[in-house]
Structure formats: structure tokens, C-alpha cells
């Protein structure tokens, strides 16, 4: 009798041709074992196939698995203040109320104590045991004018016109929904069981409507403020308005900061904002719209063309003299950044002529003839903005990136992430409003609630929002 083949020798000459329809009826006949056998093979080829190409089933499609990504780079300083600087900590607390503590017994042995007079002081702060809403009626006597012929009435200051809820909680929930990016739903839930006092998701809406109307007025002086400005950042994100397609806008500096939520990414949104001329310096990344506006002076970010080179020897084309131009536009622009850090230890004449040959050395660098194709690419970029590139050198207080922009209009992406933007018009105009007043606020360092609900007293006692504090236009200048 001839020696039975095992069942490797026959699925093996199977496979020789790919597995289809024919070698899968073919190995079911052979009975349950053989096909136990192909499917154990199978899976097993598969593992070392997605061993070998990186992947993994646990990770999704075109990611890297976890345990294959390389470890993160060590920290190359301790974190904190350097060594000399003032710290920073909590302030002092008021003290508001006093408590004596005595031990009555040793807490050890329960013996009897001596008493010394060597008390410690401990503060602790706390909120208060029970957080209850304050409702206040407001008894309105009604009068006669003879004078004007009509009746009239004194004006409670304490809410805006036909409202129940007052301003401190109004601007309050404004001040979690829009500046510190807290959901409605969340809102809603926290005063409802913290507070004891009762909000609807709908209401609290129509609340930030009335303020946000009054407050306009802050929001153009704020506008204002930053078109007369002498250094500007500008950047723009996506935003979703009644589920379609919107941008939200930044204009910011260390002084104020505008919002604009507007269908378009184009030029006609920043046309509308500077309306004229902008006689400052204008810090942006290359989007092509700020190019439509007419300034003394730009400075494009050097932070993204540093990102572009990254990204250009990570995920294109490296052939050729790619690493050369690479490595030489990098060696530029940090000899450029390291120039300015040391402005004010060198003598001017040292600093205009470092200054000089690093302008030489770039129209060098953009005057040669690449041959790499991403290179020739940047090449393109480096001609149109030769001018806007090396700004900072020539100005105080010109960044040579646009990164206080970045983390200004970081606020407004945790929004959108967290509350999926806005349903409405009148939705989008209260949320750059109020964006906008919060903002600027905070950087003058001001306490934006209190601010805000003395304005709106104010407001109704004389029929008239009073000016934004100073203290914002003359940082802004």
C-alpha cells in the first residue's frame, strides 16, 4: 500500500495557482480536517505578512501600532521656572470667618493635657455648604408725569428688560459656554444640581442673545483697536454654522483679540476687516488671502516653513538635492532666529551686518537652480514672500512666527470639538461677540463677569454702554 501524502503536499500544490472558488471546493471535499489545516496556514501567513508590513489588527487602516512608534523625546530641561525667578502660587486668601480648635484629651493616650498658649494659625478655603439662588421681588410703584403726560417707571438695573434670571447669571454661563468652552448640556447640568437653580438649554441661549446685542459696541471698539494696532496676528479654522461650512477668524495681538465667523476663507472676509490701509505689521502663516491686503509690513511664519521642510522629507519627494536644500533654508532661518535673541546684546553695527549677510545668503538660497521637484516648489514660495520673510529683524516686537495667533484661536477649536459650533446666524454673531469682549478682557487682566454686569447696569440706569476700559485700547496700541 502506498504511503498516504499529507495533507501539507496536497494544499500546498492547491495554492500553487491563487486560492479561488475551485481550490476552496476542492479542499471542503478532502473532509473537515484538511480544512482546519488551510485555515490555521492561512491565518498564520497573514500574521507574518502584517508583521512585516507594520501592521497590526488592533491598530486602524495607515496608523502605526503603539508598540512600533517610536518612544518621545526626552525632556531636555526640569519643568518650571529657572532657578532665580519669582514663583508662582496662589494669592492669599480673606479670611471671612474664625474657628478655636482645642483638644479636650491626648488623641494618643487620652490623658490629661497642660495647657500652652502656642496656638498655629491653617486656612482653609472653601465654597459654602449651600449654594441657593437669591430671588428678589422688585416692588415698581408706577407714576404719573404731568409733564410728559404718561406713567412712568424707575428701572431695575439688576436684569436686562422682561428677563427673571439677572445678570450675574447670565454672564456667568456666557462666560463658561464662550471663553472657557464648557457645553450647554453641561452648563445646564451644573446649575441645576449644584446651584439649585433651574436653567433650560433653549433659555440659556436666548439669554446670551440679549447681551451679546448690547455689547456690540464693545466688539467694534475691540475691532478697532486692532486695525490701529502696530503688530497683528491673523489666522483662520473651520467652523460649522446651521450644518454648513463656515471659518472662524482670529485677530489678535497681546492686546486684543476680534473673532469673525463668515462663510468664506477668501480675501473679501479680511478686505471687510481692515476696510484701509493697515499701517502695522501683519504676522500670518502663507495663506494666499492676507496677501489681498495692503500693510506697511508683513511677517510670514517661519514655524510653518520649518513644518513644510519637515514634512516634505517625511512624505515627499527626497530625491536628488533635496537634503541640501533642506539643510541649508534650516541652517537660515535659525541663524536668523538666534540673531534676533541676541539684538540686545550686540552693538547695532555688529547686528545690521549679521542681519545683511543672512538676506544675502537667502537670496542666494532661492536664486539657485534645484532640481528637486518639492524644492523647486518651495523655491516658488521663497521668491513670492522674500520680502516678509526676515521682518522681525527689522522691527520690535515682531515674532518671527505666528504662534500667539495659533493658541489664541486654540479656544475656538475646543469649542468646535466640543459643541459643534452654531445653528444660526444670530448664533454665530453671539459667539463672536461675546468670544471676542471675554478675550480681551481676560489679556488686560481684567475680571471679565464683574466687568461685564457693572456695563450692563450701567447700560440700563443711562440708556447707554459705557467704553471699554482703557486699559484694553492702550495695550492694543
Known sequence: MPPKRTPELDIRALLENGFNEETARSLYAQGEEVAIFVMMQLATSAKKT?????????APSASVPVFQKESGKKRKKQPGAKPGHPGSRRPPPVITHRQDHRATKCPGCGGKLHRR??????????????????????????????????????????????????????????????????????????????????LTPGGLVHLWHNPASLLVFWYEQIGNAARNSTVLHADETGWRGNGKTHWLWCFTNTGVTYYVIDRSRASPVVKRFFKQVFKGVLVTDFW?????????????????????????????????????????????????????????SIPASEYECFRNRIEKRLTRHWKTEWKNTEARRLVKRLKRHRKELLTFLYYDGVPCDNNHAERTIRNGVVMRK??????????????????????TLKQCGFHGTTIIVEALRECLLTKKLPNLPIKCLQTAE
Not at 449651600?130 to 428678589?136: L, S
Not at 494666499?288 to 511677517?299: D, H, K, T
Not at 510670514?300 to 516634505?312: S, Y
Request: charged fraction near 25%; hydrophobic fraction near 35%.
Open 50 to 58: 502584517n508583521d512585516i508590513n507594520g501592521v497590526h489588527p488592533s
Open 117 to 198: 498658649n502656642q496656638p498655629r494659625p491653617r486656612l482653609v478655603e472653601d465654597i459654602p455648604k449651600d449654594i441657593t439662588p437669591e430671588v428678589t421681588e422688585h416692588t415698581i410703584h408706577r407714576d404719573y408725569c404731568p409733564h410728559c403726560r404718561k406713567i412712568v417707571e424707575p428701572v431695575v438695573p439688576d436684569a436686562l428688560a422682561n428677563a427673571t434670571i439677572g445678570h450675574r447669571t447670565v454672564v456667568l454661563t456666557a462666560f463658561l459656554h464662550y471663553f472657557v468652552g464648557v457645553t450647554i448640556s453641561q452648563i445646564v447640568e451644573i446649575f441645576n444640581t449644584q446651584f439649585q437653580f433651574k
Open 288 to 344: 494666499g488671502a492676507y496677501n489681498a491686503i495692503v500693510c506697511a509690513a508683513r511677517q510670514k511664519c517661519l514655524a510653518h516653513l520649518l513644518g513644510d521642510l519637515k514634512k516634505g522629507g517625511k512624505y515627499k519627494d527626497t530625491s536628488g538635492d533635496w537634503t541640501t536644500f533642506s539643510k541649508r533654508l534650516k541652517r537660515i532661518v535659525r541663524d536668523a532666529m538666534r540673531l534676533r535673541g541676541r539684538r540686545d
Open 418 to 439: 466640543n459643541s459643534y459650533c452654531n445653528r444660526s446666524v444670530d448664533g454665530a454673531t453671539t459667539q463672536a461677540v461675546l468670544m471676542s469682549v471675554f478675550a
